[in-house]
């Protein structure tokens, strides 16, 4: 990790931007769970009065931070989301599977794993705000985030979700 690091960033900013691309990916690997459960329930993908919900939850929560950039990071984080959801459903639909024999419930068990995540990527975000647009940086999430962000399968997901992070 260290040779990958920018001069624009000391080792303790890139560590900043490791932990934000770690949440990403821990807020990624629950969309399986998630695309699961509707899987078997039959209910729509996406969700809009849900994503309203959160987005006004994090803008209330995001003290200091830009809401305009808040809001579209969580979107991005949405949208990635259901890119992942609808890539294996539509591989099960492929396979004809049937439903799956155990799944998390979404309200009691799924998403009060994203909502801990949550006040965590704010925090993270606050962290890593003044270093997203420093040369080097776009770079540098490049390279990390394809060892740290995964629960991917072409890399679209999670192309979609660091565009949530608005690095030019
Ligand atoms: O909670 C859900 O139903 C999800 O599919 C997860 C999620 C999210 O990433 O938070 C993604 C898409 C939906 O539109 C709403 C929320």
Redesign the pocket.
Known sequence: ACQSVPPSLTIADSEQIDQLLILIDQRLAVAPQ?AKAKWNSGAA????P??KL?LEDVVTQADGLDPAFVRKFFQA??DA??AL?QELQDQWRAEGRDKFDQVAD?GRDV?PV?DKLTPQLITALHRTRSLLNRPGTRDYIETRSLQLVRGDIDGKPRRIALLGLGVK
Do not use: G
């Open positions: 998630v993908i996406n969700d809009p849900r994503e959160i984080q949405f989301s259901k959801q979404l998403r994203l």
